[in-house]
């Protein structure tokens, strides 16, 4: 390095001569033909499974390209009191609860019964998720980001995929026990029905708000 | 005008940049720490750490896959 140099730029010493990657168009051209060959195969049992699978596969591009992580957002703010990840999980809670509210909404409207899964609530909530926030820091990593850092290659992951499924399937195992001692003592609290609908729709969304303006102060608040 | 380097190679995020936040304090101004990983994870989470630190940091994919962090600490 030289004496010139100045606070702002940083020499880098490369290698002289930069490894030559090898060209992955082939294996993308080979990826794009077996994900559209699967999605017609499906589409001809039952068209809404196609579209499941593109979604999937849509939605697995996605948490790739733009390293989202779940995990990443509850533990970077203590880690590195970056709070970008969580915010982003924030804005899709919002668009899911929109997305959700409609859909339920629509359905009550038409006189049907209310759709996706009100579970009960109780303390076996609060051991399970610090059983799994333990886990998920651990192996590096959610279900999907899991899976998306075992498609990039990560072999570490692939141990952990392993053994998440033999946690699911000694949870299934034992669920009998939990639903006889917890679930069916616990209360189904399905928000509309305690709150009303505008309370519990714009309620939600104003709560996701505030916890928005929180993230944005945690992150910004040692710069002022 | 030091240099060091971190293998983290095969480490699973956060373990590389607990790495980095141990190595630190070793580090005078000046000095640059280079960082091996293969965990895409790590990619977002150090550069963020040290230029929400202050420090100019830059990355190379120096092979399919694996990047090497540099992070010049600031005086």
């Known amino acids: 390095m030289t004496e010139a140099q100045t606070a702002t730029t940083l020499i880098r010493r490369s290698p002289a001569t930069p490894k030559k990657k090898k060209s992955q168009i082939g294996y993308t051209l080979a990826a794009i033909a077996v994900v559209a060959a699967i999605g017609i195969f499906l ?3 039952k068209v809404l499974l196609s579209m499941i699978w593109f979604l999937g596969i849509g939605l697995g591009v996605i948490l790739q390209k733009a ?23 924030l804005i899709a809670f919002a668009v899911a609860t929109v997305g959700f509210a409609a859909l339920q909404f629509t ?6 019964p209310v759709i996706g899964n009100v579970s009960p609530v109780g303390i076996h909530t609060a051991i399970g998720a610090v059983l799994f926030g333990i886990g998920m820091v651990i192996s590096g990593g959610c279900a999907s980001g899991t899976l ?19 946690g699911s399937v000694l949870g ?8 006889e001692h917890f679930f069916n003592a616990a209360p189904k609290i399905y928000l509309p029905g305690t709150f009303g609908w505008a309370g519990a729709f714009f309620g939600q969304l104003a709560l996701l708000g505030v916890l928005y303006v929180l ?8 710069s002022n | 005008m030091a240099e060091f380097s971190l293998d983290a190679l095969g480490e699973a995020c956060p373990i590389p940049l607990l790495k980095v936040q141990k190595k630190w304090p070793d580090l005078k101004g000046g000095d640059v720490l280079i960082i091996h990983i ?12 040290a230029r929400k630190e202050g420090h100019n940091v830059e990355v190379e994919e120096v092979e399919d896959g694996v990047w090497d962090i540099y992070i010049e600490k600031t005086a």
């Open chain 1, 43 to 45: 589409a001809q049992i």
């Open chain 1, 67 to 89: 390293r989202f992580c779940f995990t990443a957002s509850l533990r970077d703010p203590i880690l590195t009191g970056s709070t970008s990840l969580t915010r982003a999980t």
């Open chain 1, 107 to 112: 359905n009550l409207l038409k006189g049907g």
């Open chain 1, 148 to 166: 998306m850092r075992m498609g990039e290659g990560f072999a570490m992951q692939w141990i952990s995929i392993i053994t998440f499924v033999i």
């Open chain 1, 172 to 179: 299934a195992m034992h669920f009998g026990w939990w639903s």
């Open chain 1, 215 to 222: 993230a944005t102060w945690y992150e910004y608040r040692k």
């Open chain 2, 38 to 49: 293969d965990h895409s994870c790590a990619l977002k989470n150090i550069p963020e750490w």
